[in-house]
T-cell receptor, first 113, second 113 residues
């Protein structure tokens, strides 16, 4: 089945620790995105990548880092510099860029203890 | 700048009622795309529809219908004969060439049995 997988589904982190969220897609999409969603809020763009080995900051990139070494994978690292990391993180991919339909993974819920 | 407004924060209806979710957008571009996504309690965003700015035809898919009016910059979504399974948060989104998606804040729909 084609789709987007995110792991883990739930993640707990102690303050001061870095943590990496996984996002993998087998849709052969060029573009991938990371969003953050806070309770009762909309989606905010963290980072996006339109091609392997290239990525751009979104609206709230501070305290986050990404890599895009493979077309299928776009991991997100939440660093200790992110002051309020508890949120729901959604990964998406799209075929050719900004206007193509984005398809979403199931999300990772990160809680900082 | 692009902007999407969903003025209805929460809506509650009783099963079998019809309900319309409003979406108003702002963009200076003549070519753009509009989307609706559904986010059920599980969290994953489910793509519902994509419409380009040159196609103002209304669309119907089962109990779902969409009304696109460029004159009022609106792309409203109607659910006919609502069901409990329609309970979710619904997001309207906008994209155009060279820009990333802009999501509205979402409308939480509760369908009561």
């Amino acid at each position: 089945d084609g789709g987007i997988t995110q792991s883990p589904k739930y993640l707990f982190r102690k303050e001061g620790q870095n943590v990496t969220l996984s996002c993998e897609q087998n849709l052969n999409h060029d573009a991938m995105y990371w969003y953050r969603q806070d309770p009762g809020q909309g989606l905010r763009l963290i980072y996006y990548s339109q091609i392997v080995n290239d990525f751009q900051k979104g609206d709230i990139a501070e305290g986050y880092s990404v890599s895009r070494e493979k077309k299928e994978s776009f991991p997100l690292t939440v660093t200790s510099a992110q002051k309020n990391p508890t949120a729901f993180y959604l990964c998406a991919s799209a075929g050719t860029g900004p206007t193509d339909t984005q398809y979403f993974g199931p999300g990772t819920r990160l809680t900082v203890l | 700048a692009q902007k999407v407004t969903q003025a209805q924060t929460e809506i509650s209806v009783v099963e079998k009622e019809d309900v319309t979710l409003d979406c108003v957008y702002e963009t200076r571009d003549t070519t753009y795309y509009l989307f609706w996504y559904k986010q059920p309690p599980s969290g994953e965003l489910v793509f519902l529809i994509r419409r380009n700015s040159f196609d103002e035809q209304n669309e119907i898919s089962g109990r779902y219908s969409w009304n696109f009016q460029k004159s009022t910059s609106s792309f409203n979504f109607t659910i006919t004969a609502s069901q409990v399974v329609d309970s979710a948060v619904y997001f309207c989104a906008l994209s155009n060439y060279g820009q990333n998606f802009v999501f509205g804040p979402g409308t939480r729909l509760s369908v009561l049995p």
